[in-house]
């Protein structure tokens, strides 16, 4: 883990980024231990703390990169790197705040669009704000319960697909 920890904080940017991709993979799975000790929830923390360090790397890439894992990993500070991320005047920072943004309720993504939408001048991020808001009102006019059926009883539908296209976590099916 030390090795680990100084290749992130003094590596070469493909080096750190593939580290701190393995920081929050190790993260993910220490957290999946079914019995979670001191120990467990210790080594998840100082996982997420050598994350955050990084949010500040001189290296724009190293940082940005960074702070989505961290966002990603730590949903406690999402709402703050959403916003830091949306206000930021790089384009690919802002698309970074609205993936970010899918891992919210639907409603919250919507808000999060509609703010992109409000102060922003890229193409590239008001078209993916737009794309976000109709998959929120997509999803909200689909029944969440089929009709009843000849006995009166309802029947329930299929769950509703996830309002984020990219971030289902299932590999795309094929034709």
Known sequence: MNALTATVAG??????????????????????VPEQTDQTRGIVNALLDTLQKSTSDPDPAVATWSTFLTAVQNPAKRQAIIQALLTEPDPTRQMLGLLIANLQTPE??????????????????????????EMVELLARQPTTAPADAGGAPATAAPAPPVNPVGSGEPPKQP
């Open 11 to 32: 590596g070469k940017r493909d080096e750190k980024i593939r580290g701190m991709e393995l920081i929050a993979g190790e993260a993910t799975q220490f957290r999946g």
């Open 108 to 133: 919250q993504q919507k808000q999060w669009a509609t703010t992109a939408l409000a102060a922003n001048s890229n193409d590239m991020v008001k078209l993916y704000a737009n794309g976000m808001i």
